[in-house]
């Protein structure tokens, strides 16, 4: 009997494996599945899992928003994986522009106009909907470079993030007990070697389980954003991903 329930629990976890390394659920271009909601004065964009649930991925973009496709198809690539997936419009439809030397633009400005109580208060929003018109009981939230820093303040029940960018100590104390999953990039002026050596001391110190993984040949934005032409940047990408999706997958 011993032998048989090691068996199962081995053919088990080649199956959790098997699913949580299959790519194909992947997209990197192609028709979105999701749909645009409005919940009080708030865009957010839903993609729905095949099978109902009550626990979803609260999904946190860069600054260059829902309206970027490779957000929403990401989005979509964590509904495939079973996670219903809500991914709030962060900048209320002015996203940074695609070029963030555009002439005119002003980063200062952009973050000025999207500080903590702005954007938190839109994260609660999404939260509030996801609950109380979802019925979701249970959240992992995903977020990348601007929305990374933000998962560690979103009181998810597991984080992951991929290249955050000013990502504070308090941040971190505030996700006390969360347990984190950080993707980071090999060259990332927004996340040198210094401060990511930093924050590993911090989640160490912190009690909470943590995963710390570091891509080499990618740069800040490749989990969202990488040139898919290039194998290295790919898997990254796709590793990155994966590295979500089985954090969430064991922690919720």
Known sequence: MAILRFLWALYAAKSVLAATCDTSIIRHEGKTIGEEITYENLTIYVSEAKKSTTTAVLYLTDVFGIQLPENKLLADSFARAGYLTITPDLFAGEPAPADLNEPGWSLDDFLAANGEEVIDGRIATAVKYAKEELGI??????????????????????????????????????????????????????????????????????????????????????????????????????SAFLQAVRWFDTLL
């Open 137 to 238: 009981e249970k959240f992992g939230v995903t977020g990348y470079c601007f929305g990374g820093r933000y998962a560690f303040r979103a009181g998810g029940d597991a984080l992951f993030a991929a290249h955050p960018s000013m990502l504070g100590d308090e941040d971190i104390a505030g996700a006390a007990g969360v347990p984190v999953s950080i993707a980071a990039a090999e060259t990332d002026s927004l996340l040198s070697p210094e401060r990511r050596a930093e924050i590993e001391t911090l989640l160490r110190n912190s009690g909470s389980a943590y995963q710390l993984s570091l891509y080499s040949g990618t740069s800040h934005g490749f989990a969202v954003r990488a040139n898919v032409s290039d194998p290295q940047q790919k898997f990254g990408k796709e």
